[in-house]
């Protein structure tokens, strides 16, 4: 996907991850890596590895593959993993003038950051742009893209300049995009509440200074302002809570239940934290959400799909990734 023979400055997009397919299998070694990260469960390890290996990676792998075979596009591919080359291929075309490397590489799973590292490094890379694909930061996304990139060259007698993009959570191309995606969509004011569903976090780690959710809290009312929703109209929201301690509050499929008795028959779900459909978005909300609204008494239920390969989005990932290079590219 190298846009020149012998590009010495290369941009490294990253998203969290995906199974290699929909088998019990690679659902298992996704979620062994995945979950054995501290920055993702930072329980005691002599507590959670024993749990970890002795109990969730025998039972939860089964369930989960027959979500992913749910979502699972018949390319056999992952609609993370599509949709993340599809956004990877469109910079690097539209880089391709600059002699730009332009790469994509998942925390966990293939392809894998490490040796995407390694590999463009080998091309000659030595002046380098880590995308993380994530709006808003937390320690369990960023961050932990940050120690993987740390150890990948632990050992290196030759480290590249290292640049790592900033939260675009706030920036105004990626806000507009997603204000005219939705508008293409929907129109907000015909439904009776507006969703904005964000991945949860526990809250001991936001207590402990994680900014996500404030930038999450940024992000909702930055989009129900350029939608022109009055306060009452529209609610943030976090999803996929997974363990046992308080994570950030309103939980989305709690109010998905509460909602209908509340008089909200018409909903609308945006989940702003995610530029690429996934799991978290097409299942436990497109489906589960989905049929947990209705089950509960709502008539009528929409979900707004994720950026994805939208041309106002690859637009703005264009104008955020340019930023983010500035110094780096030969003058126009």
């Known amino acids: 996907m190298s846009s020149s023979s012998t590009p010495d400055t290369g941009v490294l997009f990253v998203q969290l991850g995906t199974p290699d397919d929909p088998s019990p299998a690679a659902v298992r070694r996704y979620l062994a890596e995945f979950l054995a990260d501290r920055r993702v469960v930072d329980l005691p390890r002599w507590f959670w590895l024993p749990l970890l290996h002795g109990q969730i990676l025998r039972t ?17 591919l992952s609609p993370l993993l599509f949709y993340t080359r599809q956004q990877t291929e469109a910079m690097a075309q539209e880089l391709q003038a600059a002699a730009i490397n332009v790469q994509f ?23 380098l742009l880590i995308f993380p694909l994530f709006p808003q930061f937390s320690a369990a996304t960023n961050a932990t893209i940050l120690d993987a990139v740390q150890a990948a060259y632990a050992s290196s007698r ?14 105004s191309a990626f806000l507009d995009a997603w204000s005219r995606h939705i508008r293409d969509q929907a129109d907000p004011k015909q439904f009776d509440r507006v969703l904005f569903s964000f991945h949860g976090l526990p809250q001991r780690h ?8 404030q930038q999450c ?7 129900a302002e350029r939608l022109a929703l009055p306060p009452e109209q529209w609610q943030l929201t976090y999803q996929s809570r997974f363990g046992r301690e308080p994570w950030l509050l309103p939980a989305t499929d709690q109010r998905l239940q509460e909602l209908p008795a509340e008089g909200v028959q018409r909903l609308l779900v945006i989940c702003p934290g995610f530029v690429s459909d ?6 436990e ?5 989905r049929d947990s609204f209705l089950y509960a008494g709502g008539e009528y239920f929409q979900r707004v799909t994720c950026l994805n390969d939208a041309p106002i989005w690859l637009s703005a990932l264009q104008q955020i990734t340019r930023e983010e290079l500035a110094g780096w590219l030969p003058a126009e």
Not at 106 to 124: D, E, F, H, I, W
Not at 158 to 171: E, K, T
Not at 206 to 213: E, F, L
Not at 278 to 283: H, Y
Request: hydrophobic residues 40%; positive net charge; aromatic residues 8%.
């Open 60 to 76: 939860r792998p089964r369930h989960s593959a027959e979500l992913y075979q749910q979502i699972w596009r018949q390319d056999g």
């Open 105 to 127: 590489a998942m925390r966990y799973g293939n392809p894998s950051l490490p040796v995407l590292l390694q590999a463009m490094q080998k091309a000659g890379v030595q002046r």
């Open 158 to 171: 030759c480290i590249p300049v290292l640049r790592f993009a900033q939260p675009f959570f706030s920036h």
């Open 206 to 213: 936001v207590d402990q200074g994680d900014p996500y959710a």
């Open 217 to 223: 809290q940024a992000t909702a009312q930055a989009l």
């Open 278 to 283: 996934c799991l978290e978005t097409l299942e």
């Open 285 to 289: 909300i497109g489906m589960r959400g």
